[in-house]
């Protein structure tokens, strides 16, 4: 079987139309559903804390609100993948200034030069991390999104054996241990599952990113 982390994560061209109406509350709560465990581990990797990396939660999704009517997909140039990690990026880079003491964050704002060239240089040393995680928690994102859908049309128990062996990468013993279940009924469930989650991110992924 295909391993569906293998897909880049999509993202609908449906919702991102459907979020450029501010007032579309649904539309920005799926967003928000999805991809705010995205930003909020990638905050933590990057070396914030757990307030920092809810604020930059929330002032990623405002971002992405100011400036998703700006964005066009288009492979070619920029993925949404790669525009969201810009974005967060951005946020995460500012949170970092932030705690630069407020003499030497005098002398780097004398002019905006300066002060851009000092948040730039405070990511690049670790872009290529930074690039590398986002690419690995993307991955569990999609995963993640089709396997909630996959519960609404699936037995329960493969469902939370799937989100043990697959998405969090337990062993199959220790799952096998966790949820009270043979090894065997963790390989069924696998064989089970696996074909909707297909069919799942196959429906999220009208456009691949």
């Not at 465990?37 to 999704?61: H, M, P, R, S």
Request: hydrophobic letters at 40%; charged letters at 30%.
């Amino acid at each position: 079987m295909a391993d569906p982390t293998n897909d880049s994560i999509p993202t609908r061209e449906t919702l991102l139309n459907r979020l450029k109406d501010c007032d579309d509350h649904s539309s920005w709560q799926e967003f928000y559903d999805i991809y705010r465990n995205l930003i909020y581990e990638f905050a933590l990797k990057a070396g914030l804390t757990e307030t920092e990396a809810d604020e930059v939660v929330q002032e990623t999704v405002i971002g992405v609100a100011r400036k998703l009517p700006e964005f066009t997909y288009d492979p070619a140039r920029c993925s949404f993948k790669t525009w969201l990690l810009n974005l967060t990026t951005w946020r995460i880079k500012d949170r970092f200034r932030r705690r630069v003491p407020a003499g030497r964050a005098t002398i780097a704002n004398v002019d905006d030069t300066a002060r851009t060239a000092t948040v730039e240089r405070v990511a690049d040393p670790a872009a290529e991390r930074w690039e590398t995680m986002w690419e690995v928690d993307w991955k569990k994102t999609v995963l993640h999104a089709a396997l909630q859908r996959v519960k609404a049309e699936a037995n329960l128990k493969d469902c939370q054996i799937c989100e043990l062996y697959l998405l969090r990468q337990w062993p199959a013993r220790e799952v096998a241990r966790a949820l009270g279940v043979s090894i065997g009924r963790i390989y069924l469930a696998k064989h089970r599952i696996a074909p909707l989650l297909k069919k799942q991110i196959a429906r999220l992924e009208l456009q691949r990113m």
